[in-house]
């Protein structure tokens, strides 16, 4: 017993000068009946996290927007844990757990269930980078992150009030040091400390306060919002690779089509998207793009909200696609062939989007699967259509069709057409098959026009198939 009390207090001995060096004053100590997170909305996962380290003698708390979230009654999407346990005195406490990150070193314990393996992110308390300026100088940029602090100076580098609170599930209550519970029922976004100073830092918040916004209805305080139309263009020093990320979730947040006009309020969406610069700037003159564009995220924030999946490289896909449409007729129009248009134009769409902000590889190909298939929608003879509903990304294609049957960029009819067939038996096929020959004129893309003119084009080449 003894020995077990002597070995816990060693293991908080690297905690013990970081946690004296800075005090960022005492938190609010919320009980449950003001806060009434409902603990039925809780990992069990997560909570097992928590006793684990506090059965160990560390502090150990949920952390960040799962608290946030938990507070707005919503079930959480994830986790994430903050403990005075350095990541090494964590990793020694879980089976399955593993320390991710140089810079930020993190743990994630993963447990497995029977759905998908769960994954609970736990990071040490930091200090404010401010206080550590003497490491930097002394150990170099790769230590910076990872001087570990108190729970007071954690608080203090997170971005808003209501993602700083702390939610112990032993005690079921929440510890907040910068008034984000008053803040959560201001319904107000209130950034931590000198906001403009905050955002120099890393200019990445503001998005991030564009996106919260959008998924909490809450207002920026004023103080939060007057410094983004100033330092906005800080985004184009952000690495492209992590502003995709950010962008990644905003267009994920269930609330897309919203989150994209607080980018347009706030003067933010140049460079990050083509698309959004010419929908947003030019309104009324991209009607049809901004229809088209408007379903595809009405649609995708449907999606989430009903708990289905979404693709990244099918969203992007409809984002571009405008786009994409008029380098299509362009090339069309000056004589190409139809489907080496399309295919030189889905180069120069992604050419452009690559000159702001860079699309991940992996998305890029679903991308152009969609895309190439388009035009074999429209194909409805011989072997082909057959042939397209084996293809693995089939319904990803058929999808996206619907959604330019849905505004009036291709003919109904011909979505209807694919509906039946998908559903139909052999025979029913057959007879649909038949029935096209009797249709006329369903089609005003460039690639039925194209193909009437010119005869050789119309087979749409293999590099088409997916
Ligand atoms: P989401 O619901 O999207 O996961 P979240 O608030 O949990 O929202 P994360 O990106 O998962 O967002 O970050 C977890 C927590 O880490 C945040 O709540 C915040 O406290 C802190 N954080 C994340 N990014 C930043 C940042 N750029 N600056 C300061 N604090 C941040
Ligand atoms: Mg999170």
Redesign the pocket.
Do not use: L
């Given at each position: 017993m003894i020995t077990k009390f002597i070995k816990r207090i060693l293991r908080r001995d690297p905690m013990v000068k970081h946690t004296q060096a800075n005090n960022t004053g005492a938190p609010k100590r919320i009980p449950k009946k003001a806060h009434r997170i409902d603990p039925h909305l809780l990992s069990k996962n997560a909570v097992k996290v928590t006793h684990t380290l506090q059965q160990a003698g560390y502090e150990a708390f949920i952390?960040?927007?799962?608290v946030?979230?938990l507070a707005l009654g919503i079930g959480?999407?994830?986790f994430?844990v903050a403990t005075n346990a350095t990541p090494d005195q964590v990793q020694r406490l879980f089976r399955k757990a593993r320390l991710i990150g140089r810079r930020f070193q993190i743990v994630h314990v993963t447990f497995f269930g029977k759905g998908h393996p769960e994954i609970i992110e736990v990071s040490t308390f930091r200090a404010l980078l401010d206080n550590a300026g003497d490491h930097v100088a002394e150990s170099g940029r790769i230590l910076r992150d990872n001087v570990w602090g108190s729970q007071g100076e954690d608080a203090a580098?997170?971005?808003?009030t209501i993602?700083?609170m702390y939610y112990d599930p032993s005690s079921e209550t929440v510890l907040d040091y910068h008034g984000g519970m008053a803040d959560m029922q201001k319904k107000t976004l209130r950034m931590i400390g000198d906001p403009a100073k905050?955002y120099r830092e890393?200019p990445?918040?503001m998005l991030?306060a564009v996106?919260?916004a959008a998924?909490t209805g809450f207002e920026l305080d004023s103080a939060t919002r007057e410094p983004i139309a100033k330092l906005g263009k800080l985004l184009n020093d952000v690495p492209s690779a992590r502003l995709f990320d950010e962008i990644l979730?905003l267009l994920m947040?269930g609330y897309s089509w919203k989150a994209i006009q607080g980018l347009k309020d706030a003067g933010l969406h140049h460079g990050l998207l083509p698309l959004l610069d010419h929908i947003l700037d030019k309104g009324e003159d991209s009607k049809g793009a901004n229809d088209f564009v408007k379903l595809a995220l009405a649609n995708t924030d449907d999606r989430i909200q009903s708990g289905k999946s979404v693709s990244a490289g099918f969203l992007f896909a409809t984002l571009l696609w405008p786009d994409l449409l008029k380098n299509w007729k362009a090339n069309s129009a000056k004589g190409m062939a139809n489907i080496p248009a399309l295919h030189d134009a889905m180069d120069d769409t992604i050419a452009t989007q690559s000159s702001g902000m860079t699309i991940q590889r992996r998305f890029e190909s679903d991308m152009r699967e969609i895309w190439s298939m388009q035009p074999r929608f429209e194909r409805r003879v011989g072997r082909y259509p057959y042939r397209l509903i084996e293809s693995p990304r089939f319904r990803a294609g058929y999808d996206f069709m619907l959604l330019r049957c849905a505004t009036g960029e291709l003919n109904s009819t011909i979505g209807q057409w694919w509906t039946d067939f998908i559903a139909a038996d052999p025979a029913g096929q057959d007879e649909l098959m038949a029935s096209v020959k009797n249709e006329s004129g369903n089609s005003q893309s460039p690639a039925k026009r194209r193909r009437r003119r010119k005869p050789k084009s119309v087979v749409p080449p293999e590099s088409a198939a997916s």
């Open positions: 952390v960040g927007g799962a946030r979230d959480p999407k994830d994430d580098r997170r971005d808003f993602n700083a905050r890393d990445v918040r991030r996106r919260f998924k979730k947040s």
